[in-house]
């Protein structure tokens, strides 16, 4: 797991994007957001770059069906037999990524789908409201017993849980119906795992199956070459 403030990234990180990332960092309406959306990818180029020993530039990533994005393959490195085309499929690295105002979070395993979600406070709004629509009556009653000071963070952290359980499906994200409501999702046999994100802000990661370890770190830089 990595976080990154992402109102300190340097925007020649951006250099790394695709083509493709460029126009869609020019759709966005707001040019602040699209700033931030693309030095998150620049990050997350970057971070792969690292784990995969690899030029970030050269790699393909590709978007699923609900939004999820993934390598289209992983690099061969030298060490591969001859003739290899890749990385065995147990092997290969899945990734997954959030940003919420200029808190970015990253993460990556090789023990199978992952997903994970970082929420900000933002202007006031209605929680209970968006908690039963998004989240289901149970999680609205619950948030509804609470005083209104501990609801707006309660309701960040249950945001964030369904929202890495979605993204580590690949069922799709953004207020979907809650995982317990959809057809053939299980969120109870994921594992999940809060982060600690101080006050005002939430994130949590999901996986398959408990992680060895969960290691977290701060992103500071971009790695220089020896």
């Known amino acids: 797991m ?3 403030s992402l109102g300190e990234v340097p925007d020649a990180l951006t250099e790394l994007l695709s ?11 707001r040019p602040s957001d699209g700033r931030l959306w693309a030095r998150g990818r620049g990050v997350l180029r970057e971070l792969l770059g690292r784990y995969l020993q ?6 393909e990533i590709v ?5 999820k994005p993934a390598l289209a393959a992983e690099p061969t490195h030298s060490e591969d037999a001859p003739g290899a085309t890749g990385v065995a499929p147990e092997h290969r690295l899945s990734f997954n990524l959030s940003h919420s105002g200029e808190i970015g979070v990253f993460a990556f395993t090789t023990a199978g789908p992952i997903g994970v979600d970082v929420e900000v406070a933002r202007g006031p709004r209605d929680t209970l409201a968006l908690a039963a629509r998004a989240l289901g009556a149970e999680q609205a009653a619950r948030l509804g017993r609470l005083d209104p000071a501990e609801r707006q963070q309660e309701f960040l ?3 964030a849980r369904q929202e890495a359980i979605l993204k580590c499906l690949g069922t799709g994200l953004g207020g979907a119906a809650a995982p317990a409501e959809r057809p053939g999702a299980a969120p ?3 594992w999940t795992a809060e982060l600690d994100m101080g006050a005002g802000a939430a994130a949590a990661v999901a996986l398959d199956a408990a992680p060895r370890e969960l290691c977290c770190w701060i992103w500071r830089g971009a790695r220089r070459a020896a």
């Open 19 to 29: 083509d493709h990332e460029r126009e869609r960092e020019r759709r966005f309406a």
């Open 157 to 159: 952290r249950a945001w």
């Open 54 to 59: 690899s030029d970030p530039r050269a790699l």
């Open 63 to 67: 978007t699923g069906p609900n939004g």
């Open 188 to 190: 109870s046999e994921l």
């Open 2 to 4: 990595w976080r990154a």
